[in-house]
C-alpha cells in the first residue's frame, strides 16, 4: 500500500473515531437532562423514619407538616399537582386510602442539587383516631412514597367526663361492688359517649401515681375495692389528658370506700339550719361518717320520722316539712344497710305562724241573725281568702260577716320572710230545731225552706233518712242528712204535697211520719 493510501485510511479511522465519541457524549447528555423525577422522602420534620411520632389535632392545633423530596423536580411538568393520601391500614382498604382534601403544598428548597425538597401543611380529618400513614402521589408521575407511622388522635371531646357519681365520694359494703358510669351524652351535660369509637383508659392511684387498670377500656368500670378512681378518653400516649396540658377529657377522681354495716351515715345542711320554710326549703346532704357525700346511683332511701319519703333516692333532699329525716344506703343485699341512727335523725321545725278564728265550729246562727268571722295571725303582711263551700268569696280582709249556714274557709297567707299559709275551716249551721216538723214552704222566701231536723240528730253524721211520696216511690234517701231536703224548688213541686219519711241511726228507727209540702 502506498503512502498516499495509508494517511487516508488513518484520517477516516479517526475521523470516525471522534465522531463516535461525540455521538455518545451527545446521547448521555440529553439523558441526563430528561431524567423522570422521582418521589421519595416523605417524613415529619425531626423525626426519623424509626421514630414514633404523635399528633394531637385540636382547634387549637388545626394542621399537621410534612416533608417530601423530589428527585430531577426541574423535570416535572407544568401541569404536575402533588396530593395527599392516608390511610389506617397499610393502603388495604381502599388501597389508595382516603384523599385530603386542600393542603398547602410549597417549594423548599433545593440544597444547590436536582433534588427538590417540598413541604405539605393539611389537616387530618375529623375523628382520626390511631395510626395512619400518609403518602404522596403526583398527577404527572407514577412514582409515590409513604411516610412513617403517625399516631394521629382528633381531640374532639375535650371537657371533663361527666360520670354517675357527681361529688367523687362512693361508700359500698364489704363483699359488694358499685359500678362507676359515664353518663349518656347531654343527661344533662356533654359526653364523650356522642363518639362511640371513642376508647377509655380507666387508672387507680398507686401510691402517688394513677395506674392503668388493664384489659378496661369500655365506658363503665364496675369496682369492688377501696381506692381512688378515674378515667381518661384514651388519646394514646402524648395526647391523652394525663399527657398532655392541654386536654381535659377525665373525669373527677372517684373516692371509693369500703364500709360494714356498723358503720353509719350522717345527714347534714349547708349551713346547719333548724327550721324550715314550706316555700324554700332546705337542702339535706347524706354523707359517710367522715363527712363525703354518699355517690348518687346507690341505693339511697330517705325518711321523714320513719317514713318512706316517696322518690327520694339520691345523696340531696330538699325538705319542705318540720321532722326527723333519716336516710340508708344499701349496696350489697338487705345484710348489708348503713343507715343514720334514730338518733342522730336530722330535725327540722316549720317556720310558721299563728291564726285563729274568733268564733268556734260548728257556729249555730240565731234565726234571721249573722256572725262576723274575725282570724287574729302574728303573720307579716297577711293576706286573706275567703270560700263558701269551695267556692271564692269577695272578701280579702280578716273579717267576714255570715249570715247563712256552710262550710267556710279561710286561707290566711304570710307574705314576707317564709312566705306560708294556714287554711282555718268554720261550720256554720242553721238555728236548732226542737222538733220535728211536719209542714215545709220551699217557696223561695228564705222561711221554712228544708226539711230541717234537731242537730242532735245530724250532728254525728250518721243519720239515714228515706222520703216517699204518696205514690209510694222513693224521692229521696241518704245516710248522711244534713237539713239539705229539698235539694232545689222544683224538686217538691213535682210530685204531690204529701210525702212520707223514715229515719233511722244505727238501724234503728227514730222517726217516721208524714211530711207536707205547701207553696
Same mark, same amino acid.
Given at each position: 500500500?502506498?503512502?498516499?493510501?495509508?494517511?487516508?485510511?488513518?484520517?477516516? *479511522?479517526? #475521523?470516525?473515531?471522534?465522531?463516535?465519541?461525540?455521538?455518545?457524549?451527545?446521547?448521555?447528555t440529553k439523558e441526563l437532562l430528561f431524567q423522570t423525577p422521582i418521589i421519595q422522602?416523605?417524613?415529619?420534620? !425531626?423525626?426519623? #423514619?424509626?421514630?414514633?411520632?404523635? $399528633? @394531637?389535632?385540636?382547634a387549637s392545633n388545626p394542621t399537621f407538616t410534612i416533608t417530601f423530596q423530589v428527585s430531577n423536580y426541574a423535570n416535572l411538568s407544568p401541569s404536575n399537582q402533588f396530593q395527599l393520601?392516608? *390511610?389506617?391500614?397499610?393502603?388495604?382498604?381502599?388501597?389508595e386510602g382516603?384523599?385530603?382534601?386542600?393542603?398547602?403544598?410549597?417549594?423548599?428548597?433545593?440544597?444547590?442539587?436536582?433534588?427538590?425538597?417540598?413541604? +405539605?401543611?393539611?389537616?387530618?380529618?375529623?375523628?382520626? $383516631?390511631?395510626?395512619?400513614?400518609?403518602?404522596?402521589?403526583?398527577t404527572t408521575l407514577s412514582s409515590n412514597a409513604t411516610s412513617q407511622v403517625i399516631s394521629v388522635y382528633d381531640i374532639i371531646f375535650n371537657a371533663q367526663i361527666p360520670l354517675n357519681v357527681t361529688n367523687g365520694n362512693v361508700i359500698i359494703c364489704s363483699g359488694s361492688s358499685f359500678t362507676i358510669s359515664i353518663l349518656e351524652n347531654n343527661n344533662p351535660n356533654p359526653s364523650p359517649l356522642a363518639y362511640p369509637y371513642l376508647t377509655y =383508659?380507666?387508672?387507680?392511684? !398507686?401510691?402517688?401515681?394513677?395506674?392503668?387498670?388493664? !384489659?378496661?377500656?369500655?365506658? !363503665?368500670?364496675?369496682?369492688?375495692?377501696?381506692?381512688?378512681? $378515674?378515667? %381518661? =378518653?384514651? $388519646?394514646?400516649?402524648? @395526647?391523652?389528658?394525663?399527657?398532655?396540658?392541654?386536654?381535659?377529657?377525665?373525669?373527677?377522681?372517684?373516692t371509693v370506700t369500703v364500709a360494714s354495716a356498723s358503720d353509719s351515715l350522717q345527714i347534714n345542711s349547708q349551713s346547719g339550719e333548724t327550721e324550715v320554710c314550706e316555700t324554700i326549703g332546705v337542702e339535706l346532704y347524706l354523707q359517710d361518717s367522715s363527712g363525703n357525700l354518699v355517690a348518687n346511683g346507690s341505693n339511697i332511701t330517705w325518711y321523714l320520722n320513719g317514713t318512706v319519703i316517696p322518690n327520694a333516692t339520691t345523696n340531696t333532699y330538699t325538705a319542705t316539712q318540720g321532722g326527723a329525716y333519716t336516710a340508708s344506703l344499701n349496696n350489697g343485699?338487705?345484710? @348489708?344497710?348503713?343507715?343514720? &341512727? &334514730?338518733?342522730?335523725?336530722?330535725?327540722? %321545725?316549720?317556720?310558721?305562724?299563728? +291564726?285563729?278564728?274568733?268564733?268556734?265550729?260548728?257556729?249555730e246562727l240565731e234565726l234571721g241573725g249573722n256572725v262576723d268571722a274575725i282570724v287574729t295571725t302574728d303573720a307579716i303582711s297577711p293576706s286573706f281568702e275567703w270560700f263558701l263551700n269551695g267556692n271564692v268569696l269577695a272578701e280579702t280582709s280578716n273579717t267576714l260577716n255570715i249570715n247563712a249556714a256552710g262550710l267556710y274557709t279561710v286561707i290566711v297567707t304570710e307574705n314576707s320572710g317564709c312566705v306560708s299559709t294556714i287554711e282555718l275551716n268554720l261550720e256554720v249551721i242553721d238555728p236548732s230545731v226542737d222538733e220535728i216538723p211536719n209542714l215545709i214552704s220551699p217557696n223561695g222566701d228564705g222561711v221554712n225552706e228544708k226539711f230541717k231536723v234537731p242537730y242532735s240528730l245530724t250532728s254525728a253524721n250518721n243519720l239515714n233518712l228515706e222520703i216517699y211520696n204518696s205514690s209510694g216511690q222513693q224521692v229521696f234517701a241518704t245516710e248522711n242528712y244534713q237539713n239539705t231536703w229539698p235539694e232545689n224548688i222544683d224538686e217538691a213541686f213535682q210530685a204531690k204535697a204529701f210525702f212520707y219519711y223514715k229515719m233511722t241511726k244505727d238501724s234503728q228507727v227514730i222517726k217516721e211520719g208524714i211530711l207536707t209540702v205547701i207553696k
Open positions: 500500500m502506498g503512502s498516499k493510501s495509508f494517511k487516508l485510511l488513518l484520517f477516516f *479511522s479517526v #475521523l470516525f473515531a471522534f465522531n463516535s465519541n461525540a455521538n455518545n457524549i451527545a446521547m448521555n422522602n416523605v417524613r415529619v420534620p !425531626n423525626y426519623g #423514619l424509626a421514630d414514633p411520632v404523635n $399528633y @394531637c389535632q385540636s393520601f392516608i *390511610s389506617n391500614d397499610g393502603f388495604v382498604n381502599p388501597p382516603i384523599q385530603i382534601s386542600n393542603p398547602t403544598i410549597s417549594f423548599v428548597t433545593n440544597n444547590g442539587s436536582t433534588t427538590g425538597t417540598y413541604s +405539605a401543611t393539611f389537616s387530618f380529618p375529623a375523628q382520626s $383516631y390511631g395510626n395512619y400513614r400518609v403518602r404522596v402521589k403526583s =383508659v380507666w387508672r387507680k392511684k !398507686n401510691g402517688a401515681n394513677f395506674d392503668i387498670i388493664p !384489659n378496661e377500656t369500655g365506658p !363503665n368500670l364496675t369496682v369492688s375495692a377501696a381506692g381512688v378512681y $378515674y378515667v %381518661e =378518653v384514651n $388519646y394514646g400516649p402524648v @395526647c391523652s389528658s394525663s399527657a398532655s396540658p392541654n386536654t381535659f377529657a377525665n373525669s373527677v377522681q372517684v343485699g338487705s345484710s @348489708c344497710t348503713i343507715s343514720v &341512727p &334514730p338518733s342522730e335523725a336530722y330535725v327540722l %321545725e316549720d317556720i310558721t305562724f299563728n +291564726a285563729t278564728l274568733n268564733v268556734g265550729t260548728p257556729y
